[in-house]
């Protein structure tokens, strides 16, 4: 008896963007979020985006701390309301949650110590050594000035500045 390969949904939770893909190929979709997306627009926003697509299974990256599954604080990008948000029940399917900066750091993993660094809306860290992942909250913590790394580095600095921020284009892994 052969075993089914279960097709599984992805989405990246951002704060400028919700982005969507699915295991069995196609192409990424992607919606606008924002200051005013809470988890309840999110949902409605992948269930639009995913219309037409099957999948079997989700994994979802959020962008703050998560353990065993469970959301522990709202994000600092988006609206209040994903704390205690019911995921399974509301899209009928099983639902994985890791932080999002663990999720990107885990699909680029090829072995051996990996630092990631999410560069983007905000500030995402990860690390991996030797097939151990841990997600980083390095994006919060004070820096300098009063300020956190994440008012530093995130793009609505990067922006005042002037600067682009980096792109996977341009930012090649070491």
């Known amino acids: 008896m052969s075993k089914k390969t279960r097709i599984v949904l992805a989405i990246d939770i951002g704060g400028s963007h919700v982005k969507i893909m699915s295991s069995a190929g196609g192409q990424e979709r992607k919606a606008v979020s924002g200051p005013k997306m809470d988890a309840a627009a999110m949902a409605s926003a992948v269930e639009?985006?995913?219309?037409?697509?099957?999948?079997?299974?989700?994994?979802?990256?959020?962008?703050?701390?998560?353990?065993?599954?469970?959301?522990?604080?709202?994000?600092?990008?988006?609206?209040q309301g994903w704390v205690g948000f019911d995921f399974a029940k509301r899209f009928g399917k099983p639902v994985r949650i890791i932080n999002d900066a663990l999720m990107q750091a885990i699909g680029s993993?090829?072995?051996?110590?990996?630092?990631?660094?999410?560069?983007?809306?905000?500030?995402?860290?990860?690390?991996?050594?030797?097939?151990?992942?841990?997600?980083?909250?390095?994006?919060?913590?004070?820096?300098?000035?009063?300020?956190?790394?994440?008012?530093?580095?995130?793009?609505?600095?990067l922006e005042k500045r002037g600067q682009e921020a980096p792109t996977p284009e341009k930012v090649e892994p070491i």
């Open 109 to 157: 993993y090829e072995g051996g110590r990996m630092l990631f660094l999410g560069l983007g809306t905000g500030l995402g860290a990860a690390m991996i050594v030797d097939n151990v992942a841990q997600p980083m909250e390095l994006a919060h913590l004070p820096y300098r000035k009063g300020h956190s790394f994440e008012d530093y580095l995130g793009e609505a600095n």
């Open 48 to 79: 639009e985006l995913a219309r037409g697509m099957d999948y079997d299974v989700i994994a979802m990256g959020y962008p703050g701390p998560v353990i065993h599954n469970k959301i522990l604080s709202e994000p600092h990008n988006l609206a």
